[in-house]
């Protein structure tokens, strides 16, 4: 009959397979790369499920498609890192409304929490605030004229990290942010970011915060290439995020002086929330992945461990 084939139908190869649409920001830097690695370790075949990862290339208007093409797809769950954070209601509603559960991850959205299941991610204001006691600590009252690269303009990590630093800033007069401009998260943005600073402000600032690695990357060459030293004995103090892998190995050679970790290993996390939905148990709303902050070897601080071999050599990424 009919409802036998379909049910033979509905038993495919692939078998009962969990479906899950994630929307990617995009492969913008190296955090970004290794948090995609670790959703597609994680949603394998062999761990039930079946990813729909969607590289949306720093396009906000390429991830609300994303999202809606999950939608006509039917996921059994859609998760999203968001490359704004405005702009989320209407596309929510329409998973509401088609009754997909939503994950929103590793980024913050500016939607009431009512428009989306749950959220599992890390907390730049925080992270900037550390960066800030590490800076206040180790200048303990000198003088800091600061250049600061922002990562992509409208996303929580930039707008969390600015913040969270500014807080910290407005407590020390003695502190004087020269300029601070949007380097988009990549190595590309951060080197032109710094290039058009060290033409403005060489020769006055002697600290520079970089919102993320690959940024930082790009700021270390231009400062190379102008014959300004940073790091550990150099002129300039070099604060970064994300503590990758890469940032992690400069930070222990001493070249970045502070790099404030924010862990892309989210996925297992998000495996997890959803495994409770699926049994429908219940779940946790919001789930903080934790961070730290590593500092160079030579300085001590309250804020931040610092680097040797072992902490490279046992890092997830
Ligand atoms: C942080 C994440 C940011 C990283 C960048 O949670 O969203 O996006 O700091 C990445 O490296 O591009
Ligand atoms: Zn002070």
């Not at 720093?58 to 890192?81: H, P, S």
């Not at 490359?83 to 929510?92: C, F, N, R």
């Not at 610092?306 to 997830?316: F, P, Q």
Request: a negative charge; aromatic letters at 8%; one cysteine or more.
């Amino acid at each position: 009959t009919a409802v036998a084939a379909s049910m033979a139908v509905g038993v495919s190869a692939e078998g009962d397979l969990i479906t899950i649409g994630y929307a990617q920001v995009g492969h913008e830097s190296d955090w970004r790369t290794a948090n995609t690695k670790n959703y597609e370790d994680v949603f394998s075949e062999e761990n039930g499920y079946e990813l729909s990862l969607i590289d949306c290339d720093n396009d906000n208007a390429k991830q609300l498609e994303a999202v809606r093409n999950f939608i006509t797809q039917g996921m059994d769950y859609i998760v999203i890192a968001p490359i704004q954070s405005a702009g989320w209601d209407t596309v929510l509603q329409e998973a509401q409304d088609a009754g997909i559960p939503v994950i929103i991850a590793d980024r913050e959205i500016e939607a009431d929490a009512s428009m989306y299941d749950a959220w599992v991610g890390t907390a730049p204001y925080d992270e900037g605030v550390t960066a800030g006691n590490w800076l206040a600590e180790q200048l303990d009252g000198a003088e800091a004229k600061i250049l600061q690269i922002e990562g992509s303009v409208g996303a929580s990590a930039a707008i969390g990290r600015t913040d969270g630093f500014a807080e910290v800033m407005a407590e020390h007069s003695e502190w004087e942010l020269l300029d601070s401009q949007s380097g988009d998260f990549t190595q590309d943005g951060g080197q032109a970011v710094m290039e058009s600073f060290i033409k403005t402000y060489e020769g006055q600032f002697n600290v520079v915060v970089c919102q993320n690695d690959n940024e930082a990357y790009g700021a270390m060459d231009a400062m190379d290439a102008a014959g300004i030293t940073y790091g550990v004995g150099g002129d300039v103090i070099l604060i970064s995020y994300d503590a990758t892998h890469d940032g992690l190995q400069y930070t222990l050679d001493g070249k970045i002086n502070l790099d404030v970790e924010c862990n892309p290993i989210q996925a297992e996390t998000v495996k997890g929330v959803i495994e409770q939905m699926e049994a429908g148990e219940d779940f946790e709303a919001t789930t903080l992945i934790t961070d730290e902050a590593f500092c160079a070897p030579g300085i001590e601080s309250e804020f931040a461990t610092t680097m040797t071999e072992e902490i490279l050599a046992g890092r997830a990424y």
